[in-house]
């Protein structure tokens, strides 16, 4: 791709790419995503107008163009989910999780500020919107305690669908059907729109979740689902993940990772609980800030 934007990229050119992309997101591709990652490239270079990657790559270093990084990341994050996914988790939230919240923030009725809950990444909106109808439907203290609900993603692309909230039928898979007839409109070629005042509770934010600066902005978070993307990582991004996760929670906050994921191999800084429904972990209450 050196010359052209079809004949993929040379090992070199690999290799320069995968560090570049690395330092700035934490994210790293092995050998075996070379096919991905080339015809992603491909899509960038011919989407920006380059005659091939080297003047794409240069473009790119430089930031001589605005948003080619932007539109490199949005093609290379993996943005799979839907409504309901892994609900177990939202069951360990609203059975044993939330009241223990309640609990130590001096209970529904003395608590200073909001139950807050982040989800990242949140990809087209789906599980933090998720969260929200499980609480609107399922929690009995919801009209008692004050939430707020935050979405984060490093790609632009999906926070735009998730503001938007039109998803087809895969999306909905697992949505009872008196709760799509209650919070969803079809708006034509099997799309259905969230309801408004759903997606109005959700609060969407930009950010790279390895990125502390950024991350910075991000605090007193009672609880964090951060799933399915720590696994992205090497040892190095996936630990100053954790750190940032760590300084965005509460003392004694939640944090939910994805099934397949666990912070016992990442970092010590977290406490794992083993609740009924499954594995969480928490920031320690006596921890630094």
């Given at each position: 791709?050196?010359?052209s934007?079809t004949?993929?990229?040379?090992a070199?050119?690999?290799?320069?790419f995968?560090?570049?992309?690395?330092?700035?997101?934490?994210?790293?591709?092995?050998?075996?995503k070379?096919y991905f990652?080339?015809k992603?490239?491909?899509?960038?270079?011919k989407?920006?107008?380059?005659?091939?990657?080297?003047?794409?790559?240069?473009?790119l270093r430089?930031?001589?163009?605005?948003?080619?990084?932007?539109?490199?990341?949005?093609?290379?994050?993996v943005?799979?989910?839907?409504?309901?996914?892994?609900?177990?988790?939202?069951?360990s939230l609203?059975?044993?999780?939330l009241?223990?919240?309640l609990?130590?923030?001096?209970g529904?009725?003395?608590?200073t500020?909001?139950?807050?809950?982040?989800?990242?990444?949140?990809?087209?909106?789906?599980?933090p919107?998720?969260?929200?109808?499980?609480?609107?439907?399922?929690w009995?203290?919801i009209?008692h305690?004050d939430?707020?609900?935050?979405?984060a993603?490093i790609?632009?692309t999906v926070?735009?669908?998730?503001?938007?909230?039109?998803?087809?039928?895969?999306?909905?898979?697992?949505?009872p059907?008196?709760?799509?007839a209650?919070?969803f409109?079809?708006?034509?070629?099997?799309?259905?729109?969230?309801?408004?005042?759903?997606?109005?509770?959700?609060t969407?934010h930009?950010?790279?979740?390895c990125d502390t600066?950024?991350?910075?902005?991000?605090?007193?978070?009672?609880v964090?689902?951060?799933?399915?993307v720590?696994i992205?990582f090497?040892?190095?991004?996936?630990r100053r993940?954790?750190?940032?996760?760590?300084?965005?929670m509460r003392?004694g906050?939640y944090?939910?990772l994805?099934h397949?994921?666990?912070?016992?191999?990442?970092?010590?800084i977290?406490?794992?609980?083993?609740?009924p429904?499954g594995?969480v972990?928490?920031?320690?209450?006596?921890?630094?800030?």
């Open positions: 791709m050196t010359s934007t004949a993929g990229l040379s070199a050119d690999f290799e320069k995968r560090e570049f992309f690395y330092k700035r997101t934490g994210i790293q591709f092995t050998e075996s070379r990652v080339d992603r490239i491909e899509t960038c270079i989407q920006a107008g380059f005659p091939g990657f080297n003047a794409w790559f240069s473009a430089l930031s001589d163009r605005s948003g080619l990084l932007q539109d490199l990341i949005n093609q290379l994050t943005n799979e989910t839907y409504f309901l996914r892994e609900d177990y988790q939202f069951d609203l059975k044993t999780v009241p223990d919240v609990a130590a923030r001096g529904a009725g003395r608590m500020g909001p139950v807050k809950i982040l989800s990242l990444p949140c990809s087209t909106g789906e599980e919107y998720s969260i929200a109808l499980r609480l609107l439907e399922e009995d203290q009209d305690v939430v707020e609900i935050h979405g993603d790609d632009s926070l735009d669908k998730a503001a938007h909230a039109s998803y087809g039928e895969r999306s909905l898979q697992r949505v059907m008196a709760w799509r209650k919070y409109a079809p708006v034509g070629a099997g799309r259905y729109q969230l309801d408004a005042g759903i997606r109005g509770a959700v969407l930009q950010v790279n979740v600066t950024s991350m910075r902005s991000f605090r007193d978070f009672d964090i689902f951060c799933r399915n720590l992205y090497d040892e190095l991004s996936s993940a954790a750190e940032n996760l760590y300084g965005a003392p906050g944090l939910f994805g397949s994921e666990s912070m016992s191999r990442i970092s010590p977290f406490t794992p609980s083993r609740l429904e594995i972990y928490q920031r320690p209450s006596g921890g630094p800030r």
